[in-house]
T-cell receptor
Framework: EDQVTQSPEALRLQEGESSSLNCSYTVSGLRGLFWYRQDPGKGPEFLFTLYSAGEEKEKERLKATLTKKESFLHITAPKPEDSATYLCAVQFIANTGNQFYFGTGTSLTVIP | DGGITQSPKYLFRKEGQNVTLSCEQNLNHDAMYWYRQDPGQGLRLIYYSQIVNDFQKGDIAEGYSVSREKKESFPLTVTSAQKNPTAFYLC?????????????FGPGTRLTVL
């Protein structure tokens, strides 16, 4: 079963058109939720870590929030340079120790 | 600057060949990871290591092997037993200090089977 689901798979926005990306998770015992940005052909770049429901983090036009079942990455007034795939990952404690699961990502395109 | 390096950036393998992907980090991280990324799929864990001279299989370890002889280095060998090795390979590391910490990724190696 899917542990981490991201939606939508792809999103096209006009420059300046704010929106949100969703990351829902079904793991129990969440220890951390991470957001990454990935440009084509490159490794993921770390953006945020969220640890508990109600927590929020901000960086430039990006704001990440966390509830008990999901996280949102809000993009305010996006610019073309924000175009990338955004990945979320969860860390939890399993019988075998620390585990990480990654979502399949949301591909964001911002049109000038 | 601290970071993770992977080499080569592009790698081509012929059928039946073993190839080794390099991953080096100077972040003084204890834990290191290898992931495989395919289009439309999330990152899938191949192997991970929490400490020198110890490593664990991930979800898709068949056809791969690793070693962890030094803290800074975690090479991945793709063997001829891996039937579909064409993919983008990512190495990551993280600290294992108090609390729960994010992984940092290298730039990746794209492997293509000819």
């Amino acid at each position: 079963e899917d542990q981490v689901t991201q939606s939508p798979e792809a999103l096209r926005l006009q420059e300046g058109e704010s929106s949100s990306l969703n990351c829902s998770y079904t793991v129990s015992g969440l220890r951390g939720l991470f957001w990454y940005r990935q440009d084509p052909g490159k490794g993921p770049e770390f953006l945020f870590t969220l640890y508990s429901a109600g927590e929020e983090k901000e960086k430039e036009r990006l704001k990440a929030t966390l509830t008990k079942k999901e996280s949102f990455l809000h993009i305010t007034a996006p610019k073309p340079e924000d175009s990338a795939t955004y990945l979320c990952a969860v860390q939890f404690i399993a019988n075998t120790g620390n585990q990480f699961y990654f979502g399949t990502g949301t591909s964001l395109t911002v049109i000038p | 600057d601290g970071g993770i390096t992977q080499s080569p950036k592009y790698l081509f393998r012929k059928e039946g060949q073993n190839v080794t992907l390099s991953c080096e980090q100077n972040l003084n991280h204890d834990a290191m990871y290898w992931y495989r990324q395919d289009p439309g799929q999330g990152l899938r864990l191949i192997y991970y290591s929490q400490i020198v001279n110890d490593f664990q299989k991930g979800d898709i370890a068949e056809g791969y092997s690793v070693s962890r002889e030094k803290k800074e280095s975690f090479p991945l060998t793709v063997t001829s037993a891996q039937k579909n090795p064409t993919a983008f390979y990512l190495c990551a590391s993280r600290t294992t200090g108090t609390g729960y910490h994010e992984q940092f990724f290298g730039p990746g190696t794209r492997l293509t089977v000819l």
